[in-house]
């Protein structure tokens, strides 16, 4: 139960605690410590546990040296930045985007050009626009149920943008952890299906199995991989093959399918709560309306910014994120990300119910 006192976190895109599937994943650790145990407590490949790398390969169509595992998949970012950038190289994000991605990006000193994210994707003249200035080293993008808005690119987008990597020669990094939890429409195909030679496809298994598995993956061109490989090498050796075995089994055994079948009936309902209390308790706010994934996000009316309504919330103990975090360049003073995957429909009516009032004091002051 939740009351007035209780505090309310709209604030990081964590997996629900009740949707870690602790049970499955102890009979997971064990049968890979009992078809694997040496392996996963060995030195290992830089490229991650061969197992799981087989089992992606071909789940996705590709040869093992198209496959790459990584301690999370943030990582992958850090070493792609790390192999493709030099300080000053342009790289082109949506706007707004993952702020971590954006921290790392602009670690390594690059130019950070952000495009303009509408309900079905980037706003494509700006693309164009942007192009005409700069070709970017990459494109970070994701596609689907975007960090933080929630919004999903068209599929006439991704052809256009596929189009104009081929045209432009630019790389597309595509970085899809919500794809699978779709919870209704169509699903799109991905930029690597479209354009696989200029695409390099991440994801990770944080948001379906749990963050503490520490499993992301990087497919694509071999040549890139192997460069990224080295990397990682020179970084920490291997990564963490334990996870990874335990993973390869829980992959391997059918778990991850009903996993994911079970969290997205856990999410959906948070998603239409989320909808529906912001229909009941904000109509005049813009919200975005997600199929699918971990966040919405709204943007507040003229005159009412993040950082008064972040103040004035906590007073109704509800804790917001900073929006300005998402955009690279400046702006999003009035953006809210919301994720809901964490609450429980009525922690979210209450929290919005309370964000409402937040709002309102910050129109009335
Ligand atoms: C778009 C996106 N990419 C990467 C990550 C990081 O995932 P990991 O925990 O696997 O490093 C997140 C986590 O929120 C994310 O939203």
């Keep these: 139960m939740s009351n007035e ?5 709209f604030t990081r895109g964590v997996p629900a605690n009740e949707s870690l599937p602790v049970t499955a994943m102890q009979s997971a650790v064990q049968a890979a410590l009992d078809n694997h145990g040496q392996t996963m407590l060995q030195y290992g490949k830089a490229y991650g546990f061969v197992p799981l790398r087989e ?12 496959v790459l595992i990584t301690n999370g998949s943030l990582q992958i970012v850090e070493f792609l930045s790390y192999h493709f950038i030099q300080p000053g190289d342009v790289i082109f994000t949506e706007l707004p985007t993952y702020d971590r991605a954006l921290t790392l990006l602009k670690r390594h000193n690059a130019k950070v050009v952000g495009i303009e994210l509408e309900p079905d994707g980037p706003n494509i003249e700006a693309l164009e626009q942007a192009l005409a200035q700069h070709t970017p080293k990459f494109f970070y993008i994701i ?33 899809g952890p919500y794809r699978p939890l779709r919870f209704q429409g169509e699903e799109h195909p991905s930029f690597f299906d479209l354009a696989p030679e200029r695409t390099l496809h991440m994801f990770a298994f944080t948001k379906l199995i749990g963050p503490g ?3 992301g993956v990087l497919l694509g061109s071999a040549e890139v991989l192997a460069k990224v490989a080295k990397i990682a090498e020179n970084t920490y050796i291997c990564p963490a093959l334990f996870g990874q075995g335990a993973v390869y089994e829980f992959c391997r055994t059918g778990e991850l399918d009903k996993q994911i079948e079970r969290i997205k009936t856990l999410y959906a309902p948070r998603l239409q709560a989320c909808l529906d209390s912001i229909a009941e308790h904000l109509p005049d706010v813009e919200a975005t309306r997600p199929e699918g994934g971990f966040f919405m996000s709204l943007t507040f009316p003229e005159g009412v910014t993040n950082a008064a309504v ?24 009035r953006f809210l990300r919301l994720p809901y995957c964490a609450l429980s429909p009525e922690e ?18």
């Excluded at 992606?56 to 040296?65: C, I, M, P, R, T």
């Design 55 to 66: 089992w992606l390969a071909e789940s996705n169509g590709l040869s093992v040296d198209q």
């Design 310 to 333: 972040r103040e004035a919330a906590k007073k109704y103990n509800l804790n917001l994120a900073d929006g300005q975090a998402f955009f690279p360049n400046g702006g999003g003073e």
């Design 5 to 9: 006192r209780s505090v309310i976190n």
């Design 143 to 175: 596609p689907d149920f975007q960090n933080p808005t929630g919004a999903t690119c068209s599929l006439e987008k991704r052809q256009k943008i596929a189009a104009l990597a081929e045209k432009h020669g630019f790389w597309i990094l595509e970085d």
């Design 348 to 365: 979210i009516n209450d929290g919005v119910s309370r964000l409402a009032m937040a709002i309102r004091d910050v129109q009335a002051s």
């Design 213 to 215: 598995v520490r499993t």
